[in-house]
């Protein structure tokens, strides 16, 4: 069996996380890493492959050249190849575009499952799947918390806003995992030591047949008109638990006479 | 200049969320239209006119019977041709997201998502957003039409007037590969036991409880503190507590006074369902957690150390 991860170099969570104000795009210059959220895939990747006695696992991924260190992690963790399509035409792009690229990138490969995590944790979309799956002409399952795959038919569980759906679909498909699907597993010393030397390609757009006018901003249909600051909820208190902290909620508690 | 609003439904009822956001849209484009997609939801569709849809599409057919998001793309699609709409509208929902995002594809069109308000309209129609988390707040625009949003739940209200709209017909033809995927089953939960929509104080567990054993220290806190314990769709999928009790996007929204939450990460499909608490506490052993960004209280650590000691101590204060 063949399974395409979609992976995402994203810039660390937490209070960091900026917009570069004259370009109105994430500012890329702080830590970077591995969307959680494709851990998941990447993991459910790797047991399907297992599962199955045969095939690899592929990641597939849109970013700059550099997000390589970060797909790395995956391959640590037992993915067996990774390609990044990297190309200067193709900073900025939106949904549509990325959904392009990344949907030409992976005909080339034919993969019998395509994977994505639930979300990226940067612009927490949870609809690229969809996009990739229509341009692909193939059927798609999102949010999945259950999933087997069997005699060339994947079946999962979902949960929706009125309690769990059960949805079949034959191969090939594109699925989009929960977080709540599997634990990835940590890469082991040997994992990480043997993934630098894993097949890792970078393609330009030209190499999987994208013509430039399809992708980054001029590929792009949706624009950033202003940004500013989320209005505040006040100072917030933040501690470490030095071992008071339970008394620090406490005193909070009483003090806004919550208890 | 027209839009057309997608109308979700559920058995017999339309989503209020869906009828919101057509409330807005009609209130921004007097052109503005609905559709339906479903088996026999010819009577919700007759209700849908009095949100402020001049024509309510409907395909109607046994084969949409599941709410299956690939078929819909299909009938949207070419509605959105044959009509020429320029602005398609979604209240934000897992069937919605997913046809928002094939129709994104199929038609080239842009699309915005976790729209919190919209103003203006036609080429001038602006969305905003948050990004990044929730840590930055955008306004969005199209450079293109179609102009595809997929609104946040809860939004907008549904808002009667009195102009009610027609209902026309419309083909059901779907793709092959539209069809592929199949119902198998649908269990859908019945809401029982106390509800925490009433609760004055919530302690929200997540999956830093690392076992659904680890759900007793809170349910101790709350029994001290007068509170229901809620939780997090991690911890639901998981199996480790039921779904009446998740709090967010496709749970339950929830504005206690007091929301504590012990190893909840603070997802925005988490957060959009309890950010309008009046004092919010977070416990989480990751400085970096995205909950401690609208917390009112945060507090890096362990809550295995946290929570039973906090017991303790409201414990003694009740005596
Ligand atoms: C379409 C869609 C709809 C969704 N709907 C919902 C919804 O309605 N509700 C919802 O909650 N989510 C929803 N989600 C999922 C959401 O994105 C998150 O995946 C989910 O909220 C994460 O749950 P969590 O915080 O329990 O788990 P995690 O994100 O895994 O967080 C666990 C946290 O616990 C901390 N932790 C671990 N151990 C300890 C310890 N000993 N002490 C203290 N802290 C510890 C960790 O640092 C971590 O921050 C939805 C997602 C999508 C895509």
Known sequence: MKIAVCVKEVPDAGPSRRIDPTTLRMDRSGDRSLNVYDLNAVEEGIRLRDAAGEGEVVLVSLGASRALESLRKGLAMGADRAVLVSDEAAVGSDLVATSHVLAEALKAESPDVVLFGQQASDGDGAVLWAAVADRLRMPVISQISELTVEGGTATAKRQTEFGYDTIAAPLPVVLAVADSLNEPRYPSLKGIMGAKKKPQETKSLADIGVDPGAAGEAGSRTTVVALSDPPSRGDTIKVEDDGSGAQKIFDFLVERKLI | ?319
């Open chain 2, 1 to 319: 200049m027209s839009t057309l609003v997608f109308l979700e439904h559920h058995g017999d009822s339309i989503q209020k969320g869906s009828l919101g956001v057509l409330s807005k849209a009609a209130q921004l484009d007097a052109d503005t239209s609905a559709v339906l997609i479903g088996s026999g939801v010819g009577e919700a569709a007759a209700k849908a006119g009095a949100y402020g849809a001049a024509t309510v599409y409907v395909a109607d057919n046994e084969a949409f019977a599941a709410p299956l998001p690939q078929p819909r793309v299909d009938v949207i699609a070419r509605l959105v041709a044959d009509k020429g709409f320029d602005t398609v509208l979604f209240a934000a929902s897992v069937l919605a997201s997913d046809i928002a995002g094939g129709l994104s594809a199929r038609l080239d069109a842009g699309l915005n998502w976790d729209l919190s308000d919209l103003e203006g309209s036609g080429d001038a129609l602006v969305g905003k957003r948050s990004a990044l988390g929730d840590t930055v707040r955008a306004d969005v625009g199209w450079s293109s039409t179609p102009r595809l949003g997929l609104v946040r739940a809860g939004s907008f209200d549904a808002v009667e007037n009195a102009a009610a709209g027609t209902v026309e017909q419309i083909p059901a033809d779907t793709e092959d590969f539209s069809t592929k995927a199949a119902m198998v089953e649908q269990a859908h939960a019945e809401s029982s036991g106390p509800s925490i929509e009433d609760a004055d104080i919530l302690v929200t567990g997540g999956r830093g409880l690392g076992a659904p054993e680890g759900f007793g220290i809170l349910e101790e806190l709350a029994s001290a503190m007068g509170g229901a314990v809620a939780s997090t769709r991690a911890v639901v999928d998981s199996g480790w507590y039921p779904y009446a009790t998740q709090v967010g996007q496709t749970g339950k929204v929830v504005s206690p006074k007091l929301y504590i939450g012990a190893g909840v990460s603070g997802a925005i499909q988490h957060k959009v369902g309890m950010q309008t608490s009046q004092v919010i506490v977070s416990i989480n052993k990751d400085g970096n957690a995205p909950i401690f960004e609208f917390s009112d209280l945060g507090v890096v650590g362990d809550l295995n150390d946290i929570v039973p000691k906090l017991t303790e101590l409201v414990k003694e204060r009740r005596g």
